[in-house]
Nanobody, 118 residues
Framework: QVQLVESGGGLVQAGGSLRLSCAAS????????IGWYRQAPGKEREFVAT????????DYVNSVKGRFTISKDNAKNTAYLQMNNLKPEDTAIYYC???????????WGQGTQVTVSS
C-alpha cells in the first residue's frame, strides 16, 4: 500500500503562484506515472499534469501549459506542481495520483484545496 500526502494548497490572488507537493511513502516509483488532477465544485475530476518517474517525461492539459510545471525529487520521493499565473478557474481540490499499469496499482492522495480570488 502506498500513501500519498499532498500539501501546499491555499488562497492566492489571481496572477499569484503556489507549489503543491505530493510526498509518497513508497521507496521508489519506478514504473509509475505520478499525476495531478483537480476537481472543482460541481464538476468532474480532470487531469492536470503527469510525469513518468523513470524517464521524467511530462504531459499537461492544454489549459495549464506554460503556467504549471510538474517535477519530482527522487531522493525525497516527492512530486511537485509549480503553479504560476493562477486564474480563478484554477480553483479546485488538487489530488495526487500514482499509477502503474505494469504493477496494476493506482493510488490517490486526500487532496489539497487551491482557491484563486479575482
Amino acid at each position: 500500500q502506498v500513501q500519498l500526502v499532498e500539501s501546499g494548497g491555499g488562497l492566492v490572488q489571481a496572477g499569484g503562484s503556489l507549489r503543491l507537493s505530493c510526498a509518497a511513502s513508497r521507496r521508489t516509483f519506478s514504473l509509475y506515472d505520478i499525476g495531478w488532477y483537480r476537481q472543482a465544485p460541481g464538476k468532474e475530476r480532470e487531469f492536470v499534469a503527469t510525469i513518468n518517474w523513470s524517464s521524467g517525461s511530462t504531459d499537461y492539459v492544454n489549459s495549464v501549459k506554460g503556467r504549471f510545471t510538474i517535477s519530482k525529487d527522487n531522493a525525497k520521493n516527492t512530486a511537485y506542481l509549480q503553479m504560476n499565473n493562477l486564474k480563478p478557474e484554477d480553483t479546485a481540490i488538487y489530488y495526487c495520483n500514482a499509477h502503474s499499469t505494469l504493477r496494476g496499482a493506482n493510488y490517490w492522495g486526500q487532496g489539497t484545496q487551491v482557491t484563486v480570488s479575482s
